[in-house]
Each structure stands twice: as C-alpha cells, then as structure tokens.
Nanobody, 123 residues
C-alpha cells in the first residue's frame, strides 16, 4: 500500500528554520514527482514546492522562493523541505503528495497524500 508520512513540523520563532521530511513506503519514491502543499486555517490548500523524479527540476511558490529548498534522497526514499527565514504567514499544516509525470502546483493532480505535519511560526 502506497503511503507517505510527513515529519519535522513544530513551533518555531519568526526567522527560524525547520526541515520537513516526507518518507515513502509501499512504493519506490524515485518513480514519483513529489510536491509539498500547505493549508492554513480557513484557507485552501496551496502548492509550496515540487521536485521532479530525478531531482533536477524544482518549482517554488513565489511566497517561499529564496527561503525554502526542496530536495530528495531516493536511496532513503525521502523528500525534504528545508524552510529558512520562517514567517508567521508560513503557519499551516504541511502535506507531501505524489504523482506521476511532471511537477504541478494543482492539488487535484496529485493522487497520494500524507497525513500532514503542523508548522507554527510564532514568538
């Protein structure tokens, strides 16, 4: 059974850093495009970043460019999201998701989802 599990969330002060992990089980991650999404209370889920199967191609939402970095270690079957210079507006539940083909920022194009990890940026 295909499963994704996020970890690494928590409470951090503005300007701080967190690294989220997305671990896969039941399938080989290197055959999948992986996206990170987030959903704040009362808002729609939005795309944050996406990485191609090889890791060569990456996309970022304008709101996180220059602060977040997505990477993957296919040997560990894990994708990471390094988040630096965090802001209160980054507070949300962060999800990773898998799809075939190419990167996309659209929630509906991803077929498999993790349960999410909470990130709270507050002083």
């Amino acid at each position: 059974q295909l499963q994704l599990v996020e970890s690494g969330g928590g409470l951090v002060q503005p300007g701080g850093s967190l690294r989220l992990s997305c671990a896969a089980s039941g399938f080989t991650l290197d055959y999948k495009v992986i996206g990170w999404f987030r959903q704040a209370p009362g808002k729609e889920r939005e795309g944050v970043s996406c990485i191609s199967r090889s890791g060569v191609s990456t996309n970022y939402a304008d709101s996180v460019k220059g602060r977040f970095t997505i990477s993957r270690d296919n040997a560990k079957n894990t994708v990471y999201l390094q988040m630096n210079s965090l802001k209160p507006e980054d507070t949300a539940v962060y999800y990773c998701a898998a799809k075939d083909g190419y990167c996309s920022a659209y929630v509906s194009t991803f077929r498999s989802w993790g349960q999410g990890t909470q990130v709270t940026v507050s002083s």
